[in-house]
């Protein structure tokens, strides 16, 4: 039983970095539309004026956010691996 317990946390461990991931991959895309289309637009607000300005290329940041999301998930999943492993031995 101890051993299932164990297994079951490490995949809900599992389950919930990758939901974060999304979730992060979903805050970006919005925050992206939302600096893109003020870009566009005219800039109303002080602070979205720098965001504005600092902002990148959307197709470079689209590629680092994909990188960073890759990274991460290899990450969780090399952990996952390692724990499994672990409690297996």
């Known amino acids: 039983m101890f051993y299932f ?3 079951l946390n490490l995949i809900n461990t599992l389950r919930q970095k990758i939901s974060t991931t999304r979730a992060i991959l979903r805050t970006n895309q919005k925050l992206r539309e939302i600096a893109i289309a003020t870009k566009q637009e ?3 607000s002080v602070k979205i004026t720098e965001l504005v300005e600092v902002i990148p290329e959307e197709n470079e940041w689209r590629i680092y ?3 960073a999301a890759i990274t991460r998930l290899y990450a969780v ?3 996952f691996v390692e724990d499994l492993i672990s409690l297996w031995l």
């Open 77 to 79: 999943y090399e952990k």
């Open 5 to 7: 317990d164990k297994l």
């Open 65 to 67: 956010e994909r990188c």
């Open 42 to 44: 005219s800039e109303e």
